[in-house]
């Protein structure tokens, strides 16, 4: 989804995939096009995520980028991460009653998938509530392969549940590293987006010696 000007309803989406790369654009031509916004530019041009992009929806970029987490957007990213959360929690599960193997590749596989959807109920943004939830979730989802352990001990399944991949310490190092994957891959997936913006430039220059101008 395209960058669509500042002035637009709804929140600015910070996803680059449908803007033409600045360097396939014709940059010696006397007027290019925002690639965002399709409007023509005929003196001076910036560069977003290495689009070419007009001065408005530069400014709309960076004022999006610094906006950071909205209500709304965490409340989403909760939904559609516990949705992901469940998901990845039966397929842990699966793989290792069922199949009685323990793969730490499964860990990162459902931090993914948590932090692809926090990512996409956050509206591409990332930062740090957003990491949180991610890592949280991910790591509630790890935890369900010590539920039928926990049961079995008798007892109040919460709090020991919580603090149950630590509490056997040396004995369980390979576990804790696994959940450990898994919440890294969920925290990264979810960090802050980088935007590179450059400029302005001058429309006509020489792209390669083009100097801010």
């Given at each position: 989804?395209?960058?669509?000007?500042?002035?637009?309803?709804?929140?600015?989406?910070?996803?680059?995939?449908?803007?033409?790369?600045?360097?396939?654009?014709?940059?010696?031509?006397?007027?290019?096009?925002?690639?965002?916004?399709?409007?023509?530019?005929?003196?001076?041009?910036?560069?977003?995520?290495?689009?070419?992009?007009?001065?408005?929806?530069?400014?709309?970029?960076?004022?999006?980028?610094?906006?950071?987490?909205?209500?709304?957007?965490?409340?989403?990213?909760?939904?559609?991460?516990?949705?992901?959360?469940?998901?990845?929690?039966?397929?842990?599960?699966?793989?290792?009653?069922?199949?009685?193997?323990?793969?730490?590749?499964?860990?990162?596989?459902?931090?993914?998938?948590?932090?692809?959807?926090?990512?996409?109920?956050?509206?591409?943004?990332?930062?740090?509530?957003?990491?949180?939830?991610?890592?949280?979730?991910?790591?509630?989802?790890?935890?369900?392969?010590?539920?039928?352990?926990?049961?079995?001990?008798?007892?109040?399944?919460?709090?020991?549940?919580?603090?149950?991949?630590?509490a056997e310490?040396?004995?369980?190092?390979?576990?804790?590293?696994?959940?450990?994957?898994?919440?890294?891959?969920?925290?990264?997936?979810?960090?802050?987006?980088?935007?590179?913006?450059?400029?302005?430039?001058?429309?006509?220059?020489?792209?390669?010696?083009a100097q801010?101008?």
């Open positions: 989804m395209s960058i669509p000007p500042p002035d637009a309803a709804g929140a600015m989406s910070l996803q680059f995939d449908s803007a033409e790369p600045a360097a396939a654009v014709a940059i010696e031509a006397q007027s290019i096009e925002c690639a965002f916004c399709r409007t023509g530019i005929d003196d001076s041009y910036h560069e977003v995520g290495g689009r070419v992009a007009c001065t408005s929806c530069r400014k709309g970029v960076e004022a999006e980028l610094a906006r950071g987490a909205t209500p709304g957007g965490l409340v989403l990213a909760f939904v559609l991460g516990t949705g992901a959360a469940v998901l990845g929690a039966a397929l842990y599960l699966a793989m290792v009653y069922f199949l009685n193997v323990e793969i730490g590749l499964v860990a990162i596989l459902v931090g993914w998938l948590v932090g692809k959807a926090v990512r996409k109920g956050a509206g591409g943004r990332g930062g740090v509530p957003y990491q949180v939830t991610a890592a949280v979730l991910t790591y509630l989802a790890i935890l369900t392969i010590y539920v039928p352990y926990q049961l079995g001990q008798g007892g109040a399944l919460f709090p020991a549940l919580l603090v149950a991949p630590v310490g040396f004995k369980n190092v390979l576990g804790i590293l696994i959940m450990g994957f898994g919440v890294l891959q969920a925290w990264r997936m979810t960090a802050p987006a980088r935007v590179s913006v450059t400029g302005p430039y001058r429309v006509g220059a020489d792209r390669a010696a801010p101008g």
